[in-house]
């Protein structure tokens, strides 16, 4: 079983920054995707950013240029840098690791939530 664990989500105002963290535990294949999502009410859960083990990243256009996905692999944990924050970013984000082997389950954190004010 793996688990997941966010945090570093809040409240900031409009242009201001944030970090989420998001560290996973437990029985980890090392080959793998870890990303996050967002999802407001009413809408479907999206992809903001992932990256794999390798290091590729890959980001929505709506946060390209404005966040930066990163991981450290001996701590089985990603970040999400989030800078120039907008109130549309305003959601509960999601950390999800998904194993790069056929068979295996994806994983996803219970959330944290974004609030950008304007």
């Known amino acids: 079983q793996v688990q997941l664990v966010e945090s570093g989500g809040g409240l900031v105002q409009a242009g201001g920054s944030l970090r989420l963290s998001c560290a996973a535990s437990?029985?980890?294949?090392?080959?793998?995707?870890m990303g996050w999502y967002r999802q407001v009410p009413g809408k479907q859960r999206e992809l903001v950013a992932h990256?794999?083990?390798?290091?590729?990243?890959n980001y929505a256009d709506s946060v390209k240029g404005r966040f930066t996905i990163s991981r450290d692999n001996a701590k089985n944990t990603v970040y999400l840098q989030m800078n120039s924050l907008k109130p549309d970013d305003t959601a509960v984000y999601y950390c999800n690791l998904h194993p790069s082997l056929p068979g295996l389950r994806d994983y996803w954190g219970r959330g944290t939530q974004v609030t950008v004010s304007s």
């Open positions: 990256i794999t083990s390798s290091g590729r990243t």
């Open positions: 437990g029985r980890i294949f090392s080959i793998n995707v």
